[in-house]
């Protein structure tokens, strides 16, 4: 890839956005009946809010003035 194209692709910036900035409050209200169904005892709750399982980052950091090379991590099957 040419370093023009690389230039070019670094200089991109997106806003992110998350999942739980918008909720259907019908279809939360459909979850809470659901869930008032099921035996307390039987009902496990896990927090997810440190998980982090990407494996393609669109960032990293380099010496300025330079590429930065992407380091793939594989496992043959």
């Known amino acids: 890839m040419p370093n023009s194209e690389v230039s070019s692709e670094c200089k991109r910036h997106s806003r992110q956005t ?3 900035q ?3 409050e019908l279809e939360r209200e ?3 009946l659901k869930l008032n169904q ?3 005892k039987d009902i496990v709750y896990v927090d997810e809010a440190g998980i982090d399982n ?3 980052y669109p960032y990293g950091y ?3 003035g330079t590429l930065s090379t992407r380091h793939e ?3 043959k099957n």
């Open 18 to 20: 998350y999942g739980y």
């Open 22 to 24: 918008e909720r259907d």
């Open 30 to 32: 459909k979850f809470a």
């Open 38 to 40: 099921i035996d307390k």
């Open 54 to 56: 990407r494996e393609d």
């Open 62 to 64: 380099g010496v300025k």
């Open 73 to 75: 991590v594989w496992k």
